[in-house]
């Protein structure tokens, strides 16, 4: 599943990484410079595994409560792919909504004004 997963992030745009605790990162450009984005799958707890998010943001991770469940049993391959969809959705625009991206996306548009 592990495998799975990190490949339907990566044909959502994220870079799959092996060897790694976390399972695939996205890089987002701001105002500061470029900025990681990680995902993590934790272990099972025998009913559920978490796909988690990890990006600081102004001195906190701003996808803590971004996080999905993915119950041990699915019932599809469909169901698995709406939740990482969603997952990767939802952390996406957390990031677009942070404050260093928005100041990125104010100074393109002041200097398109000029």
Do not use: C
Not at 45 to 65: K, T, V
Not at 68 to 74: D, T
């Amino acid at each position: 599943m592990d495998r799975h997963i990190a490949w339907l992030l990566e044909t959502l745009g994220w870079t799959t990484l092996t060897n790694e605790t976390a399972i695939a990162e996205k890089t987002f450009s701001t105002a500061v410079g470029e900025k990681v984005a990680l995902v993590y799958l934790t272990p099972s707890d025998g009913y559920n595994r978490a796909l988690r998010g990890e990006y600081q943001s102004e001195g906190r991770n701003i996808l803590e409560p971004h996080g999905v469940l993915i119950p041990a049993e699915l019932e599809s391959e469909d169901e698995l792919i709406k939740l990482v969809e969603w997952f990767a959705k939802s952390v996406e625009e957390a990031i677009a909504d942070s404050y260093a991206v928005r100041l990125l996306r104010l100074e393109k548009a002041e200097k398109s004004s000029q």
